[in-house]
């Protein structure tokens, strides 16, 4: 049996990659062990790679009112939506990673309002949907809703950028046939030895 592609478009050689580009890679590699398919689909545009990468660490990586965990909440729940495989197995791994729990991204990613979650990160993924699927529709009751939860001006950008973001980062990877790579399945899954 042959393994299916990675990606519908090709993939340059590592050493055909900008330094900055080709770095990064590695990097990621040494820390996880692996090269997440995301880069390489990526690496073929050298600016779009920049740019995609810059604006996805702006959101998950910052200290806010929302978790680490939570921003993963959010993809994971649109993705699913979306139906993004790439992005449901890739951040389902690192939601069970970062949120400690070995049953939570499969929860969220089949039916998150029945998931193990508080009503406050009930009420960011129900708006995360909404911009997600239906932007047009939002509106001052759905501002109002969050603050009931004690979201911030700045916590509801930071729900909305991360959905909105994500919904293109699902489009590309529908579009291009990205693969999720076989580790992600496993990671957060089992403790590690």
């Not at 920049?50 to 680490?68: I, P, Q, T, V």
């Not at 990613?109 to 029945?114: G, H, I, S, V």
């Not at 979201?151 to 693969?179: E, G, Q």
Request: hydrophobic share 45%.
């Amino acid at each position: 049996m042959t393994s299916p592609a990675v990606y519908r478009f090709p993939v340059p050689p590592l050493a055909e990659m900008p330094d900055d580009i080709r770095s990064r890679i590695e990097g990621v590699q040494e820390k996880s062990g692996f090269v997440p398919n995301v880069f390489l689909a990526l690496a073929a545009r050298p600016d779009e790679f920049r740019a995609f990468f810059a604006y996805h660490d702006a959101l998950m990586e910052k200290d806010s009112g929302l978790s680490k965990a939570e921003r993963e909440m959010i993809v994971v729940a649109t993705s699913a939506a979306n139906q993004c495989q790439y992005c449901v197995v890739a951040h389902g791994a690192i939601l069970r990673i970062r949120a400690k729990n070995p049953l939570i991204a499969d929860q969220i990613a089949t039916n998150y309002r029945k998931a193990d979650i508080t009503p406050r990160q009930r009420a960011m993924l129900d708006f995360a949907m909404k911009v997600s699927r239906e932007a047009e529709t939002v509106g001052d009751s759905d501002f109002d809703a969050l603050k009931t939860h004690g979201f911030t001006d700045d916590d509801i950008w930071d729900i909305t950028a991360v959905a909105a973001f994500f919904a293109l980062s699902n489009r590309m990877a529908n579009v291009t046939a990205m693969r999720p790579n076989d580790e992600f399945y496993l990671m957060g899954r089992l403790p590690k030895a």
